[in-house]
């Protein structure tokens, strides 16, 4: 039975992804070696990785004056790192709190310096983005996240600011058309929309750094990543290179510009159907509402039994909600098919026309 997957990470990847990838753990390159037993430091490798990090350039495009980095912690670590390398000794950062993941960044980001979280959506179970708060001026950066996997609100506009923006893109980088160049850092998982757990994205401008006044570990200093050409110690081999199969394959099937086209129609599908059947309601303002993560419940709980079982014939995996939602969540990825949506929102018919 074909099987429709809307888990929320680690997620969905195109299947020529995990061909491509299957075929390289046997025979990488034509090497007769595999990908996960050759050095990373072989021209082949090497290959891989500079192309990854050119092909990230191209389609958020971006020049020179940027670098993308493989590098390995996940977005986790990542809370830190750019705490480290953008918040100066002794300076201090603005945070948007919109849901789990940034408030994670912003108990990691306390440990370096002064915080403050200039809006915070807590107060309302994190079902909006917030709209007006002030900017302090002398900030050393602003930090958001994108898009707020476990809620499932998203940033349609970008906030207004003149101070260097910093963002957590884990769940809807490479989702739609967008301005990068307004970033200084952007960094994302790969597990979402680019590829195997294990590596983890930064988008970097490079005379962004260096104005810390900070001594850096080793590995949590950017540039230290951007001299080695993002091969400072052996990077996360199969999660690179089955990133770059994807972002070719973003690349094939119109960049961003059709990632964005074919994502529209998806939520479009789902959150038409949501807002039409009556059995259901969205956990997040319409305004606001992910494209990439739809979060729902049952008006009537005692409904769940029988919603399960529908969409669990229907081949539908991933869609339970997460704890602090409840509810179901239905997280439609860039290599998510329409097709997919189409069964989930049958199966919500199909509830309808029998328990309605
Ligand atoms: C928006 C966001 N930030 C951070 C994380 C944490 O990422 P990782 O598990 O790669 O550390 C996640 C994981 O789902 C996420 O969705």
């Not at 192309?51 to 590098?71: I, M, N």
């Not at 739609?176 to 597990?191: L, M």
């Not at 979402?192 to 294990?198: L, R, S, V």
């Not at 729902?296 to 014939?313: G, P, T």
């Amino acid at each position: 039975m074909k099987k429709h997957n809307f888990s929320a990470g680690p997620s969905i990847l195109p299947r020529e992804v995990l061909q491509g990838s299957a075929d390289a753990i046997l025979n990488f390159d034509g090497m007769g070696l595999s990908l996960r037993k050759i050095s990373h430091r072989s021209k082949n490798f090497e290959a891989v990785m500079d192309e990854a990090r050119q092909l990230v350039k191209e389609l958020l495009s971006l020049g020179d004056d940027y670098e993308a980095l493989f590098l390995q912690g996940g977005a986790t670590l990542g809370f830190t790192t750019v705490a480290l390398n953008y918040m100066k000794q002794g300076g201090h950062a603005a945070y948007l709190n919109t849901g789990v993941w940034a408030t994670g960044a912003i108990k990691d980001a306390r440990l370096w310096g002064d915080v403050s979280v200039i809006a915070d959506s807590s107060d309302k179970n994190h079902s909006y983005i917030p709209k007006n708060y002030e900017i302090p001026q002398g900030a050393d950066y602003l930090h958001f996240t994108s898009n707020n996997t476990i809620f499932g609100t998203q940033f349609h506009t970008f906030p207004q600011t003149t101070l260097p923006l910093v963002c957590d893109m884990s769940s809807d980088i490479f989702s739609r058309p967008f301005d990068a160049t307004r970033f200084d850092c952007i960094y994302a998982g790969a597990q979402k929309n680019m590829g195997p757990a294990g590596a983890v994205l930064y988008v970097v401008k490079r005379d962004s750094l260096g104005r810390t006044g900070r001594k850096l570990p080793a590995y949590l200093d950017l540039q230290a990543h951007i001299e080695k050409d993002s091969m400072f110690n052996t990077p996360p081999v199969f999660s690179v290179y089955a990133s770059m199969l994807t972002l070719r394959w973003i690349k094939a099937n119109g960049g961003l510009e059709g990632m964005g086209r074919s994502n529209d129609a998806k939520q479009k599908c789902f959150y038409g159907e949501l807002d039409r059947n009556p059995l259901f309601y969205g956990h997040s303002v319409p305004e606001d509402r992910s494209w990439m993560n739809a979060t729902f419940r049952l008006h009537n709980e005692q409904l769940a039994a029988d919603f399960d079982a529908l969409w669990k014939a229907a081949g539908i995996s991933g869609l339970s909600g997460h704890r602090s939602v409840g509810g179901y969540r239905a997280s439609m990825y860039n290599a998510l098919p329409l097709e997919s949506v189409q069964v989930l929102t049958e199966v919500m018919q199909e509830l309808e026309r029998t328990k309605g």
